[in-house]
Each structure stands twice: as structure tokens, then as C-alpha cells.
């Protein structure tokens, strides 16, 4: 009942030549009645060649924009009511598509395969991966199971409402999936294996891990940034606080120090209620 449903993959692909015909093929011998759309981001091996031949339609970047700017250039292209995002790697079987479109009949906005133990790259990924999905939940109240998996199907009316959130680079996952928790949406959940991926990351530790810290922060400023800013000035308000009794209990008088962190406490609780009210006018209806 799944393959009935109107719905488009878009893959985003950059020099994956390697893997790109593998994925293509596989997705429409799953799914014969899908369009896939391979957006090349400016690949400089044969990725749109192979994709073309595996029988998929081509948009091009005439130069490397990021992932998430592929993901942007998919969404415009594609012209039915689904989208199914994946990785072209080969990291994701072109079987659960069914299983994720079936969640989405049941009424959902957005369903993402979340990837089980074993899938993760690597320990340290893995483990921030962890990080990431528990600040989620706490800052959404729903459970997130996994906050930065690629592979999704979202209603395509209900994605591109915020598609001017989106970053260029890879964190679209961790953006869409908050956005739509703000808008009051439902997302749901697929547990999924993914394998490992064909040729070589693009991902560098050293140069996307500061990046990635920044998706913490991200995290706040898209769903509620007061849940980030008000504990900050609690514990500086706590620490002036303390501060202050010590010193006058040995010295008998108030320190620059407890001025300081005093107000500094107030300076971010006050940047916490105004980032909450931009916060707002950035859902605000659109149409």
C-alpha cells in the first residue's frame, strides 16, 4: 500500500561515483513507480553519469554548495506530495522506504529512520550522536531518537515552510526535525540499520567537529532558547551568589567579582527572552 503513495527521492551526492548506481538501482527495483532525483553537487568524477544511467534524473550544481544545499535544490525539484531524503553512499536500504511511508500514512509530518547500535561510523559519533538526541528530547519533552540520521520522508508542503532555516552544510537533519517540533508538527520514528558507507566520508574531525558543537547551540536557538540561556544565568546568579557570602563572611564587603557575575546573569536571562521572542516570529504563518 506503501508504493501507492506519490513521492519523490531526492539523493545528494557528491563524488560518489562509487556507490551512487548501486543506491539508484536498488531504489527503483524497491519502488519502480518513484522518481529519484540525484542533485550533483558539483561532483568531479562521474557521479551524474552513473546516476543517469542507473536511471535517475539529474540537477546540477555547477559548483560544491554543501549537503544541505543539495537538500534544498531536491525539495524545490521535487513535485510530489512525499519526499524521501537518503544518503547516496549505500549507508541506507531502499527496503525501509515502505516502512518508513507507511508511518507517514498513519498521519505524520516527518518519519526518520533511526539508526540502531552498530550503525554509527564511529564511537566518537556515535556517542555525540547520543549527546545530541538526549538535549533534543529535553528540549522538545519528545523522545528523539535520532536527531541527525539523513534518511526521511517528510510531507514536501510541510518541509519546504522551512526551507530559509536550512544550513548549506550537513546539520539540515538536526534543523528540519526541530522546526517541525517547533511548528507542532509530528515526527515519528523507524528503527533502522544502517551499513557502511562506500568510499570515503566527507565528514573531517578535525574541520566539521567544531561544526557539529554548534549544532548544541543550534538545538536551542530553533526550538526554545530560554531552556539554554535561563540555567546559564542561574548558575551565574548561584555562583555571584555564593561568592558574595564568602567574601563578606572572611572579608566584609561586596567584590567586583559578585558584581560581575550578578550581572552578567541578568544580561543573559534578558538575551534568553528576547532569542525566544525572535524564536516565535520565525514559526510564525507564513502563508
Known sequence: MSTNLDFFVVLPAKNEAAAIGTTVRAIAQAHP???????????????????????????????????????????????????VFMDADGQHDAADIARLLDRLR????????????????????????RFYNRLASWMTGHKVEDLTS????????????????????????????????RAGYSVAYVPIHAARRIGKSHIHLLKDGTR????????????????????????????????????FWHQGRFTNMSALLYSGSVVVFLMGLISEQITALMYKDRS
Open 212 to 247: 557539529f558543537l554548534l549544532i548544541i547551540f543550534k538545538i536551542g536557538t530553533l526550538f526554545s532558547p530560554l531552556k539554554i540561556f535561563a540555567p546559564v544565568a542561574l548558575t551565574m546568579f548561584l555562583l555571584a551568589s555564593g561568592w558574595y557570602g564568602w567574601t
Open 150 to 181: 539523513g534518511f526521511r520522508a517528510v510531507r514536501a508542503d510541510r518541509f519546504r515552510e522551512f526551507l530559509y532555516l536550512l544550513p548549506n552544510g550537513f546539520s539540515y537533519p538536526t534543523t528540519s526535525t526541530m522546526a517541525f517540533f
Open 33 to 83: 513507480g518513484a522518481e529519484i532525483v540525484v542533485v550533483n553537487d558539483g561532483s568531479t568524477d562521474d557521479t551524474a553519469a552513473v546516476a543517469e544511467a542507473a536511471g535517475a534524473r539529474i540537477v546540477h550544481h555547477p559548483y560544491s554548495k554543501g549537503n544541505g544545499a543539495a537538500i534544498k535544490t531536491g525539495a524545490r525539484a521535487a513535485t510530489g506530495e512525499i519526499i
Open 106 to 129: 498513519e498521519g505524520h509530518d516527518m518519519v526518520v529512520g533511526a539508526r540502531q547500535k552498530g550503525s554509527q561510523a564511529s564511537l566518537g559519533r556515535g556517542l555525540a550522536n
